[in-house]
């Protein structure tokens, strides 16, 4: 009995000898063949490499065209460097690509809106809050500064007849009236209808004439940058155009100096010169001050029976 277990023990032993010993040679085997396929696909050439030291030469081939990449970026900063600068008027036309961008993706906004124009006398500076909405288009404006303080009036292509529903500041606010927006009543002090209120007209005014200035070159149109500013408490970037209108009368006028909100890509002051009564003058001036857009305006802000108005 203990002879036999004796035995046993002793196959065992040659077994688990044996079954160690086959599985070194596997790995071994599978490492000797693994090591060839690695410098192979070093190299780059699909075959093996003789010797580790080829493998290790073939694995730092990258670095030349790592090189080869750097030297193309030189190449290219070289090229940007010679290539010219955009000229004032391009630059100009660029910004007021992003604006009419920004200008296309407003639903609404509400802004504090500074006029001031000449209209056969120097009319005073007018301040009034404004709300705008695009679909369905509606404008409210409530004055806020001295001149017609507290007047409001309410306009809608959609509303009371396409008419605009008014009232004046002082005693007279308890007096609405019904005006036609391009009436007399209504253009009183006014050169521009309330129908164009907001940014899409006047975008649309600076963008034709840097256009035309590019139609006519080498006459007496220009584009000068003039740099960052602060306008009514906003970054903005300002230039000032010249347009040869005497030679060009397609020019909206004759002299403008456009300011664009640098964040919202917006033109929030311009102001435009042109030949009234025999002089040079500024006619019109424009601004918009604490812009916010796309605020969700509703119904209730163009409801004459908004309790916060006066209609």
């Not at 639903?107 to 909405?133: C, G, I, N, S």
């Not at 500013?229 to 060009?248: L, N, Q, R, V």
Request: glycine share 8%; charged share 30%.
């Amino acid at each position: 009995m203990n002879g036999k277990l004796s035995k046993d023990r002793a196959s065992f032993r040659r077994l688990r000898f044996g079954g160690s010993h086959w599985i070194a040679i596997l790995g071994t085997g599978l490492l000797l063949l693994l090591i060839p396929l690695s410098f192979a696909w070093a190299a780059g050439d699909g075959k093996a490499a003789e010797t580790e030291k080829q493998g290790a030469g073939a694995a730092e081939d990258p670095q030349p065209a790592n090189e080869r990449t750097q030297a193309q970026e030189q190449t290219e900063e070289r090229a940007q460097e010679k290539r010219p600068e955009p000229s004032d008027v391009e630059r100009a036309l660029a910004m007021i690509g992003e604006g009419r961008k920004a200008i296309r993706r407003i639903r609404d906004f509400t802004a504090v809106f500074h006029k001031k124009e000449y209209l056969k006398k120097q009319l005073p500076e007018e301040v009034a809050f404004m709300k705008w909405r695009r679909k369905p288009r509606a404008v409210y404006m409530k004055w806020v500064g001295e001149e017609k303080k507290n007047q409001e009036i309410l306009w809608g292509p959609e509303m009371n007849g396409g008419k605009i529903k008014a009232h004046a500041g002082g005693f007279l606010k308890l007096i609405t009236v019904n005006l036609d927006p391009k009436g007399s009543m209504a253009m009183k002090d006014n050169r521009h209808p309330v129908t164009e209120a907001g940014f899409d007209h006047t975008g649309k005014l600076i963008e034709r004439d840097m256009q035309l200035i590019l139609k006519y070159p080498g006459g007496k149109s220009s584009v000068k940058a003039l740099g960052e500013k602060i306008e009514y408490g906003a970054k903005s970037y300002c230039y000032e155009a010249t347009m040869d209108k005497d030679a060009h009368p397609e020019f909206y006028a004759r002299k403008a100096r456009i300011c664009t909100h640098m964040k919202l890509k917006l033109p929030n002051h311009v102001q435009t010169w042109d030949i009234e009564d025999g002089k040079m003058r500024l006619i019109e001036e424009y601004g918009y001050e604490n812009i916010r857009v796309n605020v969700g305006l509703t119904d209730a802000d163009f409801d004459p029976d908004n309790p916060e108005y006066a209609f």
